[in-house]
């Protein structure tokens, strides 16, 4: 299974749980003949949680309020690692419901 696949995969068996947390966008691209990808987007009152993970393993992984977001690039060399960063990604939502 491709990085890729993996997120799709994810973000299906996590589907309830993620609308929870806002608003859930998930994109795949085939790469148009370069890397093919797969992003998962969380947003809520301004806040937002977004990873795109190419299947070549690079990550770019961003969270925070429009405006002031932090960046962050990773590049994974285990399906762990992106399971990993997955869990990253809701707690950085959940962590919005703390705020409120």
Do not use: C
């Amino acid at each position: 299974m491709t990085f890729s696949e993996q997120v799709i995969r994810w973000a299906t068996a996590n589907a309830d749980r993620l609308s929870r947390l806002g608003e859930v966008t998930v994109q795949t691209s085939d790469g148009g003949g370069s890397k093919p990808s797969a992003h998962v987007a969380i947003e809520d009152r301004g806040r937002f949680a977004e990873i795109i993970v190419w299947d070549s393993g690079e990550v770019e992984f961003a969270h925070g309020a429009h405006g002031h977001a932090t960046d962050e690039h990773y590049d994974l060399t285990s399906p762990k690692e992106l399971d990993d960063l997955l869990e990253q990604l809701v707690l950085r939502a959940q962590a919005w419901s703390n705020d409120a």
